[in-house]
């Protein structure tokens, strides 16, 4: 009897604190599909036909450059994953393959970026993306943000390469394949999990990232979503139903993509990477 | 011609030597295998060989042309590797197909040898399948399907039917050896399993610290092993030895006062000390073999149609016999285990076998 | 076989010295340029920026440590610096006395064998931390401005309605509130870490514990917890590195002026300030820089500590 008292308490909590993260995603994306009345009047209620309003969502569409901001931002992060996934696993293979003189120097140089943020570097880098000529360019923001991403991604590629029997890379040089073929033939597949979880976490803190957009890129239709949103949400203040429908509209398509990709998240936070 | 000579070879890791002045003659078509116990060095001549560790100095020629700084590829050898090392995000044709593609062989032809190969290792309807949805054997099989189509002068095996239960271990072994008279193939081959050594090869060569201890037939090691490590090596159980001293008129006294007669090489002097060395196999319990030795039984592990016998000798010294049959004594009761004179072997201080 | 693994490695047989050199730059060259470039070198740059002072003409002159000197005893900076200070450390405490052990507790929840509902709870009690903070700080303004009313709603259903006040808005409570939201959002990370350590631990080892007589929550405090602590260590310092370069959440609640009267300024936002410039003063590179070199010198101190203090110190289990 005591065991099932104790696990309804359990329940109890995690329900009690799964409603406590939830409410508040649940509560802005209900009412940017009211009226404006409602929204006050009945904050907590489900739109209904008679609230329904899709009035915020004009608003946002209405500003064109809604859409374009979301394709900066894939750009950014698509561009930002694959250079951290090819060149990361690069620099892992060679770090965890080839003994070369500096080698455990190299990777403690690489490793510090792991700790230390980029961010503490700004004035500088933004100096440097105006001398280069890049400021308010997509490209700048994928530099940075691969710079920064790469030291972690090294780190967790390196642990999966060293996982790959030595015997598999020796049959492909018994196969007659240079050591450029065996990586891009053998290694890059087999790493395949691995460079998922990378990806993950390469994807969510530059997707969401706020200081570089606002340093590098603020202006001139090249700000990615989330500055996009902030910007928005600063013009609209008192708009609330543009302004619940551009919170809602940053916030649908990273919950169903979670939604897909949460076993893989999750599998790739617990798999031990962080360690 | 595909013979593989090393001469002179050696190799360090840092300080630390692992291949010390190593001389082998792997003849055309023979079947060589290289055991010792584990860090001997066995496998690191054997990718040496292969081309996969460098060498510090020495020569290698693999069918009259020198190997030492050709990459794996152009050497032509081929590799069983003791993991099977199968590509697992390709399925089996391409598993074997893929050093062919590599060395740009035309379609054709690696298709033929591919199925030629699939044909002998009866691996034809598992050729789609990935490496994952294969059995140990099957997988073992498509290990030596890759090094076959790649028509290899020298085909190198490290240790490839250690992964496998103690049943398909016996019938690969058979597999093996079919397959090494059919394709006439040369092959070294490392193990530690000194019953697969005995079974495949033509040639033996006991290694231990980064030497080669022996080389040779294997019966001639297993009758007349050059030196005590060779002689513990081969063989199980392992052989007996008893230290004694070579007295005058050709008698060996054990340090229990036991004294045994023989016919002694001539090498051996009177107040010598030397190792006996007798195996288990070649011992009886009773019987009438010339010499004779006494002591007490510990214990008789009884296998069925034959045992081993552990019989504490006056000096403290334990002997294994074999047994025959169900042998109506145990623990406790003494014991005279007798052998005859051409299973004695004597070694001297050093280790060395006298003849 | 152990005598193959000791030789992982090597130079490659048949390959000349030019061509691995050539291998090397091919694999390594790409990340170690852009790291280099982009990460390393506006580190040391920024570190070096704080030791010039700009003049009136523009020309920047060798100060030494003479702009630290200002930091830290010119009113004009050393108020605003130490007020930041100061708050930033509140906000460090505050993750670390709330988050923290709310994680523990979610995750020690969650890894009781036998519970239901597992990987949906996991989940969706992440899923906060997987949105931007911009998103969420805005949203929680929305939650608890006093013209929606949402938040009095609520209390007045518990009977607390007279707690309610505009805490964002008042001097008093708007760090703490700021605080907490961000310990609503990122108690996901605490709880996934802890929570695979947990489950990293062998049943066998709390079998045993209850042969010996302890019940579930005895054994989660003798026999987890000292197996975990590690983890709990490894949180703490990313705890502390992300709170003293927090900037998002604060500047898209409170502006960059993380008023009111910068009750809520940070290390990050007097950063951004100082650097960038406002309604109150000229932006300035030699004091920014001055700034992030301290925030850099207290991280470092945070990891140093956490690197030969705790991490020393305590022992790695491997089960």
Same mark, same amino acid.
């Given at each position: 009897m005591r065991k099932s008292a104790s696990a309804i308490a359990v329940h109890g909590i995690l329900i009690l604190y799964t409603a406590l993260a939830l409410f508040p995603i649940l509560l802005v994306i209900m009412n940017s599909f009211k009226a404006r009345k409602a929204i006050f009047g009945s904050p907590l209620a489900l739109p209904t036909p008679t609230t329904f309003s899709l009035i915020g969502y004009d608003r946002v569409f209405g500003d064109s450059s809604i859409v374009s901001y979301y394709l900066n931002s894939i750009t950014v992060t698509g561009g930002t994953i694959f250079f951290t996934l090819l060149f990361g696993a690069m620099a892992a293979w060679a770090l965890t393959e080839y003994k070369f003189r500096w080698n455990t120097l190299l990777a403690l140089f690489l490793a510090v970026g792991i700790m230390v943020p980029i961010r503490l570097g700004s004035v500088s880098i933004i100096q440097l993306i105006v001398e280069l000529n890049l400021?308010?360019? @997509?490209t700048a923001l994928i530099l940075v943000y691969t710079a920064q991403n790469l030291p972690l991604s090294i780190f967790i590629l390196s642990e999966f390469i060293a996982q790959i029997p030595k015997d598999l890379r020796e049959a492909g040089r018994c196969d007659g394949l240079s050591e450029y073929s065996i990586f891009f033939y053998i290694v890059l597949p087999l790493i395949r999990p691995a460079m998922a979880t990378v990806a993950v976490f390469t994807m969510i803190p530059v997707w969401n990232d706020l200081w570089f957009p606002l340093l590098l %890129?603020?202006?001139?239709?090249?700000?990615t979503i989330t500055l996009g949103i902030q910007q928005f949400l600063g013009q609209y203040i008192t708009d609330w139903n543009a302004v619940l429908s551009a919170l809602s509209t940053a916030i649908i398509p990273v919950l169903i993509l979670y939604v897909i990709f949460s076993r893989q998240l999750i599998r790739g936070l617990t798999s031990g990477a962080v360690k | 011609m595909s013979e593989v000579k090393i001469e002179k070879l050696c190799k360090s890791y840092g300080p630390v030597e692992v291949l010390k002045d190593i001389n082998l003659t792997v003849g055309d078509g023979s079947f060589v295998v290289l055991v010792g116990p584990s860090g001997c060095g066995k496998s690191t001549l054997l990718r040496s060989i292969a081309g996969l560790e460098p060498v510090n100095s020495g020569n290698m020629t693999i069918g009259g042309r020198?190997?030492?700084? @050709?990459?794996p590829a152009q050497r032509e050898i081929a590799m069983v590797f003791q993991s099977y %090392? @199968?590509?697992?995000?390709?399925?089996v044709y391409n598993n074997m197909a893929f050093g062919l593609k590599f060395a740009k062989t035309p379609k054709a032809e690696i298709e033929a040898r591919v199925n030629e190969a699939a044909r002998i290792l009866q691996l034809e309807p598992l050729l789609k399948r990935r490496p994952r949805e294969l059995s140990g054997g099957q997988r073992q099989r498509v290990a030596i399907g890759r090094a076959i189509v790649r028509k290899p002068q020298v085909f190198l095996f490290d240790e490839p039917l250690s992964n496998l239960d103690a049943a398909l271990r016996i019938n690969t072994r058979v597999e093996i050896a079919k397959l090494h008279k059919m394709l006439k193939a040369t092959i070294v081959y490392v193990t530690h399993d000194q019953v697969e050594a005995m079974t495949l090869a033509d040639k033996i060569v006991v290694m231990n610290k980064g030497r080669v201890e022996q080389a040779g037939k294997p019966l001639e090691l297993y009758y007349?092993?050059?030196?005590l490590f060779v002689a513990g090596f081969i063989g199980s159980p392992a052989m007996n030895f008893l230290p004694a001293q070579v007295k005058k008129g050709g008698i060996l006294a054990l340090s229990d006062g036991q004294e045994l007669k023989a016919a002694l090489p001539s090498s051996c002097k009177a107040g010598d000390t030397v190792t006996l060395g007798f195996r288990p196999e070649h011992m009886t319990l009773g019987g009438a073999g010339k010499f004779a030795l006494t002591g007490i039984i510990d214990i008789i592990e009884r296998l069925g149609e034959s045992g081993f016998a552990h019989v504490r000798l006056p000096s403290g010294h334990t002997v294994v016999a074999e047994v025959r049959g169900d042998p109506r004594t145990g623990s406790g009761q003494s014991a005279k285990l007798t052998f005859d004179a051409d299973y004695l072997h004597i070694f001297n201080a050093e280790g060395q076998r006298l003849d | 076989m152990a005598d193959a693994k000791a030789g992982a490695g090597n130079a490659i047989v048949g390959m000349g010295r030019g061509s691995y050199a050539m291998l090397l730059a091919f694999f390594l060259g790409p990340a170690v340029v852009i790291y280099t470039v982009f990460s390393i070198y506006p580190l040391f740059a920024t570190i070096f920026n704080s030791l010039y002072l700009r003049q009136p003409d523009g020309a920047y002159l060798f100060n030494g440590l003479g702009n630290f000197q200002t930091l830290l005893t010119d009113t004009t900076w050393s108020v605003p610096f130490w007020n930041a200070f100061r708050n930033n450390c509140y906000f460090f405490f505050i993750h670390m006395l709330v988050q923290n052990p709310i994680g523990l507790a979610l995750a020690a929840m969650l890894s009781l064998p036998r519970l239901r509902l597992r990987a949906t709870y996991r989940t969706l009690i992440f899923?906060?931390?997987? @949105?931007s903070v911009v998103i969420i700080g805005f949203s929680w303004q929305l939650i608890l401005s006093p013209l929606w009313g949402i938040s009095k709603m609520f209390l007045n259903a518990l009977g607390l309605g007279f707690l309610f006040a505009p805490w964002l808005g008042q001097e008093s409570t708007a760090l703490i509130t700021v605080s907490l939201i961000s310990v609503w959002q990122f108690v996901g990370i605490p709880m996934i870490l802890i929570y695979t350590a947990l489950l990293a631990i062998p049943e066998e080892l709390i079998d045993a514990a209850t042969v010996d007589g302890l019940n579930q929550f005895q054994a989660f405090v003798w026999v987890k917890l000292p197996l975990i602590f590690p983890t709990i260590g490894l949180v703490s310092v990313l705890t502390f590195v992300n709170n003293f370069n927090a900037f998002d959440l604060i500047y898209a609640m409170k502006g960059a002026l993380a008023g009111p009267n910068f009750s809520a300024d940070i290390m990050g936002t007097l950063f951004y300030r100082t650097f960038f410039g406002n309604q109150l003063q000229l932006g300035d590179l030699s004091m920014g820089s001055t700034i992030a070199t301290m925030m850099f010198l207290i991280i470092l101190v945070g990891v140093m500590c956490y690197l030969f203090l705790i991490q020393r110190r305590m022992q790695r289990y491997s089960f």
């Open positions: 400021i308010n360019t @997509l %890129a603020p202006t001139g239709g090249k700000q | 020198q190997v030492n700084d @050709l990459p %090392a @199968l590509y697992p995000h390709m399925d007349k092993p050059n030196n | 899923m906060p931390t997987m @949105l």
